[in-house]
């Protein structure tokens, strides 16, 4: 049995990747007639909305004096359609509350803003779940680095070989295993054939699959 469970966020404990990429596919099109494709947003999943826009711009040659306004202007709408629409991952709260009533401490480690994170967890009613809620934005390194990970441990007492992470992600994949935790992948439901997912502990399509081994 794990000592704590630690979720990233976006794509784990809500399906907010399609939102994310709709906003931003809209916001490149209004503003810079750039028609964003999935090999733009790919590779950076998972990985701090800072890192990803700079990536962006440089791959596109788009100027990079006002990543700082692009960035908020896309975190406010985002957080604004969560809230208008939230879609928590079928499963998501029967696996919280088993958990929780097994007094399993429980983390969120995620990419997102501070102030996105709170807006999530508050939409969903969830923060009472979680004993440590982490954000990439306040740490030196984001994922594939292991820190946030690492911290989450830290904040909730708890040895990083006796952690279990679940994880949407491929460079959420890498940081886990790089922390020296098990890790069960979650991927999206185009990349649940990537081959690069074996790196994990183990792969499912739903919160339903790892209540079940919790309940085996």
């Known amino acids: 049995m794990f000592s704590a469970v630690i979720f990233d966020m976006d794509g784990v404990l809500v399906d907010s990747e399609p939102v994310w990429r709709e906003v931003e596919c809209e916001y490149y099109l209004r503003n810079y007639g750039l028609s964003l494709q999935r090999e733009d947003f790919d590779p950076f999943t998972g990985m701090p909305v800072t890192i990803f826009l700079r990536k962006l711009h440089q791959r596109h040659a788009l100027p990079e004096d006002n990543l700082r306004q692009v960035h908020d202007t896309i975190v406010e709408e985002v957080a604004r359609r ?5 879609a928590p991952l079928p499963g998501v709260y029967e696996l919280l509350n088993h958990l929780h009533q097994h007094n399993i401490p429980l983390a ?6 501070q102030r996105q994170i709170d807006n999530v967890l508050s939409t969903l009613n969830m923060r009472h779940y979680f004993s440590a809620v982490i954000s990439a934005e306040g740490l030196a390194h984001g994922k594939p680095h292991p820190e946030i990970f690492l911290t989450a441990a830290l904040m909730t007492g708890q040895e990083p070989e006796f952690c279990l992470v679940i994880e949407d992600s491929l460079n959420g994949v890498v940081a886990a295993k790089a922390a020296g935790m098990h890790v069960i992948a979650l991927p999206a439901e185009h990349q649940q054939d990537d081959p690069r997912f074996t790196l994990a502990d183990g792969k499912v399509t739903s919160h339903w699959q790892i209540l079940e081994r919790f309940c085996e």
């Open 108 to 113: 969120v480690a995620s990419s997102s803003p």
């Open 82 to 86: 969560i809230r208008l629409k939230p």
